[in-house]
């Protein structure tokens, strides 16, 4: 009677996080190669024999080409022949309502390409992605959705480890019994058992936040499009003092204070850093209206709490490791949607059957 109960769980919520797992599966496992498969969007560069311009002549260069543009945030070259990346609201792309990507040539600082955010499927496809796996591009709601289909998932595999528990070992110790046709979705769900509960646990606790109160209030803001000041005082003199202090520590984008009263933002990672930090995101420097040092927030100043977080993230998107993990990522990342497939299939030739 109890295992019959399980399975009509089992059923149901494979059944009803089906095309969630599967979406969710295949656009993951792509996610995992982001960076590399952004490339190909991205303007080539032909490096010239010459140093980087600096980050004041980009942003200033950006101020001259687009009169009027509120400048968010900039993201430095990673290798010679990367770009200089710039984010602005600019009146001459959806009103200033949507953000646009500007690409800079890093040794003579023209422009190579603009293109827009996570709503420019044509020319920013994995930004598009990335939004879509987030929230389905559906705002608050999708974000719910996200949260209770990652519950759902997360209440699959319990029942599902539960019903097949006894097949484990014969599937890993590969018993030619359990090596059927028509056992495949109990194989992947075997191999792909840890992974695919890594995942749903790392989902949920990501998502978390849609259960709580504070979600559901009324977002009443608009964006409304405000000219950048000019930069208070050079960033590359205040990010050679940066690295005077602390010389492990690298930059990769920075997010420009819009009045003299906020702070410049300088986010990277220092190599003394864990490796299952983030390498981009998990230090922040933050400077003031001088250019001096208002405060930092390293990932060892923060709190257990916010700590786990930035684990919790790295482990849910693989990107703690270098081409290896990622191939490994994405191979197990894939098998959420052969688990939702071959699932629907032996429910609909049971159907059938019956």
């Known amino acids: 009677m109890m295992k019959r109960f399980i399975y009509l769980i089992h059923l149901t919520t494979g059944l009803v996080s089906g095309l969630f797992i599967l979406l969710m599966s295949f656009s993951g496992a792509a996610l995992v190669f982001n960076d590399e498969l952004d490339m190909v969007q991205q303007p080539l560069v032909k490096p010239w024999p010459f140093k980087n311009i600096s980050v004041d002549s980009g942003y ?33 792309y959806i009103k200033g309502t949507k953000v646009m990507q ?20 044509r020319n920013n496809f994995m930004s598009w992605l990335s939004k879509f796996h987030n929230s389905f591009h559906l705002g608050k709601t999708g974000e719910w959705l996200l949260g209770f289909f990652a519950l759902v998932f997360l209440l699959s595999i319990i029942t599902g480890l539960i019903l097949f528990r006894k097949n484990i070992v014969a599937v890993l110790l590969f018993k030619k019994a359990v090596y059927k046709r028509n056992n495949l979705h109990q194989l992947i769900g075997v191999y792909a058992l840890l992974f695919n509960l890594m995942i749903a646990v790392t989902g949920f606790w990501m ?27 050079s960033f590359d003199a205040a990010y050679s003092d940066i690295q005077k202090k602390y010389p492990d520590f690298t930059a990769h984008v920075i ?62 998107m693989g990107n703690f490791g270098g081409a290896g993990i990622k ?28």
């Open 102 to 121: 500007v690409f800079l040539h890093p040794q003579t600082g023209a422009v190579l390409n603009t293109r827009g955010g996570s709503d420019d499927v």
């Open 207 to 233: 998502q978390r936040y849609v259960f709580k109160k504070e979600f559901y209030a009324l977002d009443n803001y608009v964006r409304v499009l405000k000219a950048s000041p000019a930069l208070p005082f």
């Open 255 to 316: 997010y420009f204070a819009q009045n003299n009263a906020g702070k410049t933002a300088v986010y990277g990672s220092r190599a003394s850093n864990a490796y299952i930090h983030s390498k981009k995101f998990a230090d922040a420097i933050f400077l003031d209206s001088s250019g001096g040092i208002a405060k930092t927030r390293f990932i060892n100043e923060i709190s257990a709490d916010d700590r786990y977080d930035v684990i919790n993230s790295q482990l849910h």
């Open 60 to 92: 200033h260069i950006i101020q001259n080409k687009f009169a009027g543009a509120q400048i968010n945030n900039c993201m430095l070259p990673e290798k010679t022949n990367s770009p200089f990346s710039f984010f602005i609201y600019d009146s001459s």
């Open 327 to 354: 191939i490994i990522y994405f191979v197990f990342g894939l098998t959420g949607g052969l688990l939702s497939i071959t699932g629907f299939l032996m429910w609909w030739k049971r159907r059938r059957e019956n």
